[in-house]
């Protein structure tokens, strides 16, 4: 009996031992419990065609002449040196007049017929600038989300 009792005892220290094992810091049930997971750091997705519009210029570009111009503005130029001088005086002030009223014509044509667009710029989420010149606004403003598609912004969200 008394073989058997200190069997008995030696069988229930045995399964103590094994529980405190278990709970001890060495052991890997314990360890893998009190030690911090990894955690996977994803960095953001940065859309190398996304941003934000900082700036809107209002731009206009020079139309181009058809001739109209110089031939009024030459005729308007000759009549107004005409009236400076006399004799050969006259004569070269009016051909002076002539060719300042063509180039003077000229550019006033090309103004008139120009057009207005915008010339917009967007800081994008890779740190990048792009410009980009439009026809008209729809929308756009400063502040404004967009994706940019060549010279092409969409607003998003």
Same mark, same amino acid.
């Given at each position: 009996?008394?073989?058997?009792?200190?069997?008995?005892?030696? &069988?229930?220290?045995?399964?103590? &031992?094994? $529980? *405190?094992?278990?709970?001890?810091?060495?052991?890997?049930?314990?360890?893998?419990?009190?030690? !911090?997971?990894?955690?996977?750091? *994803?960095? !953001?997705?940065?859309?190398?065609?996304?941003?934000?519009?900082?700036?809107?210029?209002?731009? %206009? &570009?020079?139309?181009?002449?058809?001739?109209?111009?110089?031939?009024?503005?030459?005729?308007?130029?000759?009549?107004?040196?005409?009236?400076?001088?006399?004799?050969?005086?006259?004569?070269?002030?009016?051909?002076?007049?002539?060719?300042?009223?063509?180039?003077?014509?000229? @550019?006033? @044509? %090309?103004?008139? %017929?120009?057009?207005?667009?915008?010339?917009?710029?967007?800081?994008? @989420?890779?740190?990048?600038?792009?410009?980009?010149?439009?026809?008209?606004?729809?929308?756009?403003?400063?502040?404004? %989300?967009?994706?940019?598609?060549?010279?092409? $912004?969409?607003?998003?969200?």
């Amino acid at each position: 009996m008394k073989a058997l009792t200190c069997t008995f005892m030696m &069988a229930i220290v045995g399964v103590s &031992a094994s $529980l *405190v094992a278990c709970n001890s810091p060495s052991s890997p049930a314990a360890s893998s419990a009190n030690t !911090p997971v990894p955690v996977a750091v *994803v960095a !953001p997705v940065v859309c190398n065609d996304c941003g934000t519009i900082t700036n809107i210029e209002q731009m %206009k &570009a020079k139309g181009t002449g058809s001739g109209v111009g110089i031939v009024v503005g030459a005729a308007a130029g000759a009549v107004i040196g005409h009236q400076v001088g006399d004799g050969r005086g006259k004569d070269i002030a009016t051909a002076v007049g002539a060719i300042g009223g063509g180039f003077a014509g000229n @550019e006033i @044509e %090309k103004r008139i %017929k120009g057009t207005n667009y915008f010339h917009v710029t967007v800081a994008l @989420e890779n740190g990048g600038t792009h410009v980009a010149d439009v026809d008209a606004l729809n929308g756009l403003a400063v502040g404004s %989300k967009v994706t940019v598609a060549g010279n092409n $912004l969409q607003i998003t969200g």
